[in-house]
């Protein structure tokens, strides 16, 4: 299994700019999320989905989108990017949280600069 | 609301030496709580839960409910621990972590 993969690994945009982060699982999980690492305030959720076809708000969902048409994609829209979205974002995914194991299972991160 | 509070941005402990990253939290019902770990270069990864009471890579951490605290320790820190370290908590029925600010834990040999 190739496990929680996020393309692409870096990427720069201009203000204004629009683009869709990809996140993908072949772990059959339910549950997947979106964060966004900023020094100092660790990690912060964006959006988060329990299953194909239902996206509900985190903590910071303010300029980003998301959409679950299948279990395994998870993609992240960035509407009109703006500098404070600079930031290193994380998808995530869990098998279910009604079982008592809960881990979350990350991806190795998209790094993104907006100019 | 709930809260997770890592006072600690950095830590630097010598090799050997015992370590304690703390973490506090602000729930009034009953949590489930974690320690997340990256290393560098590597993905974020579960450390341990509190529910499993294990240790892991000589890890421990208590749940004390008086406190509201899942301090983080290991009586004798080990150069590959270096690593930032993040607290999270899973409120009671809710589908989703809270994460602390995170603490970047430095070893000295």
């Known amino acids: 299994n190739a496990g929680v993969t996020q393309t692409p690994k870096f990427q720069v945009l201009k203000t204004g700019q629009s683009m869709t982060l990809q996140c993908a699982q072949d772990?059959?999980?339910?549950?997947m999320s979106w964060y966004r690492q900023d020094p100092g305030m660790g990690l912060r959720l964006i959006h988060y989905s329990v299953g194909a076809g239902i996206t509900d708000q985190g903590e910071v969902p303010n300029g980003y989108n998301v959409s679950r048409s299948t279990t395994e994609d998870f993609p992240l829209r960035l509407l009109s990017a703006a500098p404070s979205q600079t930031s290193v974002y994380f998808c995530?995914?869990?098998?279910?949280?009604?079982?008592?194991?809960?881990?979350?299972?990350f991806g190795p991160g998209t790094r993104l600069t907006v100019l | 609301a709930q809260r997770v509070t890592q006072p600690e941005k950095l830590l630097s402990v010598f090799k050997g030496a015992p370590v304690e990253l703390k973490c506090n939290y602000s729930y009034s019902g009953s949590p489930e709580l974690f320690w997340y770990v990256q290393y560098s270069r590597q993905r974020l990864q579960l450390l341990l839960r509190?529910?499993s009471r294990e240790s892991i890579k000589g890890f421990t951490a208590d749940l004390n409910k008086g406190e509201t605290s899942f301090h983080l320790k290991k009586p004798f820190a080990q150069e590959e621990d270096s690593a930032m370290y993040y607290c999270?908590?899973?409120?009671?029925?809710?589908?989703?972590?809270?994460f602390g600010q995170g603490t970047r834990l430095t070893i000295n040999p």
């Open positions: 772990m059959n999980h339910e549950y």
């Open positions: 995530a995914s869990t098998p279910s949280w009604g079982s008592s194991y809960n881990e979350q299972f």
């Open positions: 999270a908590l899973k409120p009671q029925g809710a589908q989703k972590l809270v």
């Open positions: 509190h529910i």
